[in-house]
């Protein structure tokens, strides 16, 4: 079991800039990928960017080059610099935590946090 705490949402203007914090807690070794998703007001949760303990990262493509994730490993968090917001970014944001494939077959489980709004408006 993987606790997940999100921090740092609030309301942003168009065209700035946030930063969202994640601490995780519990099996910190179950995890392998760590990340964000969101899911904007009426629409599917997306993923938003990963990143596994070796350093791979992988994004959206809506938030390629404006999106940063970035891991504190002996912390156990994982950060989420959001740059040049627009009011399409406005969503609920959602820390996540996933175990290496190969340990999913025994049981482990991706863990989400509660999630931190950000709502981008004027």
């Known amino acids: 079991q993987v606790q997940l705490v999100e921090s740092g949402g609030g309301l942003v203007q168009p065209g700035g800039s946030l930063r969202l914090s994640c601490a995780a807690a519990?099996?910190?070794?179950?995890?392998?990928?760590m990340g964000w998703d969101r899911q904007a007001p009426g629409k599917q949760r997306e993923l938003v960017a990963r990143k596994t303990n070796g350093g791979d990262t992988n994004y959206a493509d809506s938030v390629k080059g404006r999106f940063t994730i970035s891991r504190d490993n002996a912390k156990n968090t994982v950060d989420l610099q959001m740059n040049s917001l627009q009011p399409a970014a406005t969503a609920v944001y959602y820390c996540?935590?996933?175990?290496?494939?190969?340990?999913?077959?025994?049981?482990?489980?991706?863990?989400w946090g509660q999630g931190t709004q950000v709502p981008v408006s004027s």
């Open positions: 519990g099996n910190i070794a179950s995890i392998d990928v």
């Open positions: 996540h935590a996933g175990p290496p494939a190969i340990l999913t077959l025994s049981g482990a489980s991706d863990s």
